[in-house]
């Protein structure tokens, strides 16, 4: 008998991307209503100018993911049916069974493709790019959707000035596909979770959830817990290390990269990586000051934007990082 053989390595493209932020806008001016804070204050120690946030009872994880989902799949031109895989980066799904995935698979036509969510916080469409690319480049699968969406308002202690202030919502997705060259798409790509500092930024579900050095009194169940120096500590660095890495591992200098799409979480964090790091500025993506920080919906709705608006340069590759709780870190350099 010959022995079946598995498919030769193949690389991967984008084929189309899409994201969706919805309509209403929460401004620092409104914020300065609800809390003891101010736009200066906000603005100065984050970048953050606006956010946009879901309209209660009629828009959430599942909506934002589809339209996104929808766009990507115009924006690709293709059919649905030949989709092979659906992965959902969120901490918001509306049910923990379905999962977001395997709704979308019916609300775009997509059913019988394999579908999943990932919770890895903010680095959740980091790793499921990272994932779908893997499983197209073993030739596992043909054509995956890769989403990260958050709904992180449903998350929200109005109250805590410290953590309200920075996240927003947002849906961003793309849909990978096989090509026969081997050096495109993702040529260095990392995962990392490190659990012991998970109490920096949690969600308790009930009381036995609380972090041990999480002392303060009224915590709220359901809602975002952070402690921001410690997770703005950690950030500064495996951010530097994360962007460091790929560089030294894919022997790129940092002006070689075309686009730098960062997760939008504080605008001085990123700052304080292109400083250190000699970044070419201008080539680093910023939108934390129109949506805050978007959790998973970040970097997928910064690469859509990046397409959108044309800063792509082809002909240099793509370098994405991005940190969240858990605590995880991710990053990927991408040949177009
Ligand atoms: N408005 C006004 N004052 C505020 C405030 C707000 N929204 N939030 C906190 N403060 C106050 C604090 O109470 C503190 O007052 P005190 O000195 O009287 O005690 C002071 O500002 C400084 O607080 P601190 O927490 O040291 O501020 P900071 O410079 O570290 O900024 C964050 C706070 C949250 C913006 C910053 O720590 C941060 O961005 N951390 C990382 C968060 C993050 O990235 N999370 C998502 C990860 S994916």
């Known amino acids: 008998m010959k022995i079946p053989q598995l498919p030769a390595p193949r690389g991967v493209r984008i084929a189309g991307t899409g994201s969706f932020t919805p309509d209403a806008i929460l401004s620092n001016e409104d914020l300065s209503k609800m809390v003891d804070t101010s736009d200066e204050w906000i603005v100065q120690r984050t970048g953050i100018h606006r956010r946009h946030i879901c309209e209660p009872n009629s828009e959430g994880t599942f909506s934002m993911a589809n339209k996104a989902l929808e766009r990507a799949i115009e924006d690709a031109g293709i059919d649905p049916s030949t989709i092979d895989m659906i992965i959902v980066g969120t901490v918001t799904s509306e049910m923990t069974c379905p999962s977001t995935a395997a709704r979308l698979t019916a609300a775009c036509g997509a059913t ?22 893997s499983l197209i480049r073993v030739g596992r699968a043909n054509r995956v959707a890769v989403l990260g969406v958050d ?30 060259d081997p050096n495109r798409g993702s040529i260095h790509q990392t995962m990392h979770a490190d659990g012991r500092g998970w109490g920096a930024l949690y969600i308790p579900r009930k009381s036995g959830d609380i972090a041990e050095n999480d002392t303060e009194e009224g915590i709220r169940l359901g809602c975002l817990r952070m402690n921001g120096r410690e997770v703005y500590k950690f950030a500064v660095t495996k951010f530097q290390r994360a962007i460091s890495s790929a560089l030294e591992a894919t022997g790129l200098e940092p002006d070689d990269v075309g686009i730098y799409i960062c997760h939008q979480s504080n605008l001085r964090i990123i700052e304080s990586a292109v400083e250190k790091l000699g970044l070419p500025e201008d080539r680093v993506y910023i939108n934390i000051n129109e949506y805050g920080n978007t959790s998973a919906g970040s970097v997928g709705l910064c690469l859509d934007e ?12 793509m370098l994405m990082v991005a940190f969240g709780g858990g605590m995880t870190w991710s990053s990927s350099v991408w040949n177009w």
């Open 112 to 133: 019988p493709a394999g579908a999943f969510d990932v919770s890895a916080a903010c680095c959740g469409f980091m790793y499921s790019m990272n994932l779908g690319e």
């Open 151 to 180: 709904h992180m308002t449903s998350l929200m202690d109005y109250d805590d000035r410290s953590c309200s202030i920075l996240f927003g919502d947002a849906a961003g997705a793309a849909i990978l596909e096989a090509v026969d």
């Open 306 to 317: 990046v397409r959108k608006k044309k800063l792509v340069d082809e002909s240099k590759p």
